[in-house]
């Protein structure tokens, strides 16, 4: 499986962006994929997740803001953001894993494919 993320970009406090995330592959539905992001100097952190039991998971400080779905039929993941805050800032990598479980879906290691990673900054 291959990852292609984009959309990410330049907005202002309180804005919105969509990032997606195109995946290669006829098996793509059968991945649990998720969002993590990685500000400068700080590690990189889950942020959402969409598992093969159609289940969604978000951080806590992403609830009620970011909204994760995907689409199969066309191997894309979404990541609709609002009400975007300047501690958003980061780039966002889309993962796909096929062992990923509720316990360890915001572990990094569980997902075996990652995208390029697209930046989003958020300015106040």
């Known amino acids: 499986v291959q990852l292609q993320a984009s959309g990410g970009g330049l907005v202002q406090v309180g804005g919105s962006l969509r990032l997606s995330c195109a995946a290669s592959g006829r098996t793509f539905s059968t991945y649990s994929v998720a969002w993590f992001r990685q500000a400068p100097g700080r590690e990189r952190e889950f942020v959402a997740a969409?598992?093969?039991?159609?289940?969604?998971h978000y951080t806590n400080s992403v609830k009620g803001r970011f909204t994760i779905s995907r689409d199969n039929a066309r191997n894309t993941v979404h990541l609709q953001m609002n009400s975007l805050k300047p501690e958003d800032t980061a780039v966002y990598y889309c993962?796909?894993?096929?062992?990923?479980?509720?316990?360890?879906?915001?572990?990094?290691?569980?997902?075996?494919?990652w995208g390029q990673g697209t930046q989003v900054t958020v300015s106040s």
């Open positions: 993962a796909a894993g096929q062992g990923v479980i509720l316990s360890s879906l915001r572990v990094p290691s569980m997902y075996t494919y």
């Open positions: 969409f598992l093969r039991s159609a289940s969604m």
